[in-house]
Antibody, heavy 120, light 108 residues
Framework: QVQLVQSGAEVMKPGASVKVSCKAS????????MHWIRQAPGQGLEWMGI????????TYAQKFQGRIAMTWDTSTSTVYIELSSLRYEDAAVYFC?????????????WGQGTPVTVSS | EIVLTQSPGILALSPGERATLSCRAG???????LAWYQQRPGQAPRLLIY???SRAAGIPDRFSGSGSGSDFTLTISRLEPEDFAVYYC?????????FGQGTKLEIK
């Protein structure tokens, strides 16, 4: 069955970088888009970006441009998000999510979420 | 960027009642690009409806989606205890994806 298993909680200092992983199983990794979405405490969902493991194309939300990178490792079917220059307002739960196929425009499976705390 | 506005912010109903949740886009959008999610406390969101009106796999038929243009609706025909949660609509806007701010469905 489809599973997205994320790495564990992180506690980071302001200005540092954090890298979160999402290991996929139960489906063809390169036949789907993968997304990262975050949720600050008590807040709504915020889309961060998309990666297509098949052709290396990434698109990031404008507010994160310059300090976000999404990568993948096809050999382990794992996608990563790295967010640099962390601010207190980056504290959130970070989710990976699958867009089934290409251009289906929704997220049908989600990881369990990775809490990121930013504290000095 | 197109803004999605959900209403009401909080909806208080009793089990067995009918729930109607609204999602309004700032301009007309393709129905294909509109989806709905349910999020229970401490859990990841779950896809309910895609393409404005198609139920995702395993979603009970008491959930239905409708609408076109800029106005979309999620209807839960008869509320079960497990349906009390937060609901989000989501849009693909070309080069970005965006979510509404959510409607909290709580027990009256």
């Amino acid at each position: 069955q489809v599973q997205l298993v994320q790495s564990g909680a992180e506690v980071m200092k302001p200005g540092a970088s954090v890298k979160v992983s999402c290991k996929a199983s139960g489906f063809s990794f390169t036949d789907n888009y993968m997304h990262w979405i975050r949720q600050a405490p008590g807040q709504g969902l915020e889309w961060m970006g998309i990666i297509n493991p098949k052709d290396s194309v990434t698109t990031y939300a404008q507010k994160f441009q310059g300090r976000i990178a999404m990568t993948w490792d096809t050999s382990t079917s794992t996608v990563y998000i790295e967010l640099s220059s962390l601010r207190y307002e980056d504290a959130a739960v970070y989710f990976c999510a699958r867009e089934p196929g290409h251009n289906t425009l929704n997220f049908d499976f989600w990881g369990q979420g990775t809490p990121v705390t930013v504290s000095s | 960027e197109i803004v999605l506005t959900q209403s009401p912010g909080i909806l208080a109903l009793s089990p067995g009642e009918r729930a109607t949740l609204s999602c309004r886009a700032g301009q007309s959008v393709s129905s294909r690009s509109l989806a709905w999610y349910q999020q229970r406390p401490g859990q990841a969101p779950r896809l309910l409806i895609y393409g404005a009106s198609s139920r995702a796999a395993g979603i009970p038929d008491r959930f239905s989606g409708s609408g076109s243009g800029s106005d979309f609706t999620l209807t839960i025909s008869r509320l079960e205890p497990e349906d009390f949660a937060v609901y989000y609509c989501q849009l693909h806007g070309g080069s970005y994806y965006t979510f509404g701010q959510g409607t909290k469905l709580e027990i009256k």
